[in-house]
T-cell receptor
């Protein structure tokens, strides 16, 4: 069945460092891909999404490109801030799964001043 | 403002008691979902509903029950049959079966069973 694999955390960076969180997926057909962010004690917020190959999602300085050839959707940010400290989840939605979201396990990011 | 409301934010219950978690949305979404999140783990789907008066079991439905009598409401009951109910519960909604099925989340309810 469909699955999502994220790099394990925690990831610890200094402010203004470059961030990459890897996400790869296994799916039939053409899934949509998402990154969600969860701040401590809160629900999840959609960070960005891409619905077809080569699409680039972007929001708040974060970017991710839908790479079908490598089945990847890595999250990047050029200069992280302390306020980016959160847990980041990669997910996919596929017609074959009745459009339920399939989730990665999440990657915790801590940014130090 | 449109959004999803979950109440209460914190809930404490004694072992053996049933408890119902509220989830309301005013986004006019057809689909609603309940997830469970445990420390250091991802989200696990409990139940979902794609239309009023219909719902399906997710991956960990045992010990839980739901109803969907109104489009905007999807309450979750944690029964005494749930062996380890202490967790963070998240409700979500989406417009319905669409190309992307983007889900919107509520703030969550943290349930502690004493």
């Amino acid at each position: 069945g469909d699955s999502v694999t994220q790099m394990e955390g925690p990831v610890t960076l200094s402010e203004e460092a470059f961030l990459t969180i890897n996400c790869t997926y296994t799916a039939t057909g053409y899934p949509s891909l998402f990154w969600y962010v969860q701040y401590p004690g809160e629900g999840l917020q959609l960070l960005l999404k891409a619905t077809k190959a080569d699409d680039k999602g972007s929001n708040k300085g974060f970017e991710a490109t839908y790479r079908k050839e490598t089945t990847s959707f890595h999250l990047e940010k050029g200069s992280v801030q302390v306020s980016d400290s959160a847990v980041y989840f990669c997910a996919l939605s596929n017609a074959g799964n009745n459009r339920k979201l399939i989730w990665g396990l999440g990657t915790s990011l801590a940014v130090n001043p | 403002d449109g959004g999803i409301t979950q109440s209460p934010k914190y809930l404490f219950r004694k072992e053996g008691q049933n408890v119902t978690l509220s989830c309301e949305q005013n986004l006019n979404h057809d689909a609603m979902y309940w997830y469970r999140q445990d420390p250091g783990q991802g989200l696990r789907l409990i139940y979902y509903s794609q239309i009023v008066n219909d719902f399906q079991k997710g991956d960990i439905a045992e010990g839980y029950s739901v109803s969907r009598e109104k489009k905007e409401s999807f309450p979750l009951t944690v029964t005494s049959a749930q062996k380890n109910p202490t967790a963070f519960y998240l409700c979500a909604s989406s417009i319905g079966p669409s190309r992307s099925n983007e889900q919107f989340f509520g703030p969550g309810t943290r349930l502690t069973v004493l």
